[in-house]
């Protein structure tokens, strides 16, 4: 009777968790398909282009289960590049992303819908000058398909999407004036990881 009880208590067990969903897998970022650049408005008149040189992911995917996504972005503050000096030295300093104390810009999903065959909503956590707020990116699937080059190898590429306001974090220098809105975009290539 007693081994009665322990087989029903375990499969009652395993069907709770066949019932559970799939665990995303982990892949890794391909860095030399993959770019972080970011515009604002300067004054009006024109939009400042930018990009980071330097960032690194965490990031567990499925494609047959994509609501299972979950991504650790981090970009190295210090590593923002405009292609102006004298701009770059300013936006590394303390009137904005003041990378002395803050080096760090991160962003940890909390949630992923999709929004249609291709398309997702990416919903998360970001943390810019110590303040972290909630943001929505916009996640569009390129392609998923085995590599040309490496047969073995499948490679998903992404386009991602969003805006934030920087003053929302703290970073109210000029604003205004130089735009508050800053448009985001993530292009990117991931591999399941060997």
């Known amino acids: 009777m007693r081994f009665t009880k322990i087989f029903a208590f375990a499969v009652l067990i395993a069907s709770a968790m066949a019932q559970l969903p799939a665990r995303a897998a982990p892949y890794v970022m391909d860095k030399s398909h993959a770019h972080v650049t970011f515009e604002v408005s300067h004054l009006g008149f024109s939009m400042v282009h930018g990009q980071f040189r330097e960032f690194e992911a965490t990031i567990d995917f499925d494609p047959g289960n994509v609501e299972a996504t979950r991504v650790d972005f981090r970009i190295n503050a210090g590593s923002v590049e405009t292609f102006w000096p004298a701009r770059d030295k300013d936006l590394r300093g303390r009137n904005f992303l003041n990378v002395a104390e803050h080096p760090w810009i991160t962003f940890t999903t909390t949630g992923v819908v999709p929004t249609g065959t291709d398309t997702a909503d990416v919903t998360?956590?970001?943390?810019?000058?110590?303040?972290?707020?909630p943001a929505t990116f916009k996640a569009k699937l390129n392609?998923?398909?085995p590599s040309p080059f490496?047969?073995?190898t499948t490679i998903a590429g992404f386009s991602v999407s969003g805006e934030l306001k920087r003053t929302d974090f703290g970073m109210n220098f000029a604003a205004p004036a130089i735009g508050d809105l800053v448009r985001i975009r993530l292009d990117l290539?991931?591999?399941p990881a060997k």
């Open 143 to 145: 392609k998923l398909a």
């Open 150 to 152: 490496k047969k073995n």
């Open 189 to 191: 290539e991931i591999s």
């Open 124 to 133: 998360g956590d970001v943390t810019i000058l110590g303040v972290t707020k």
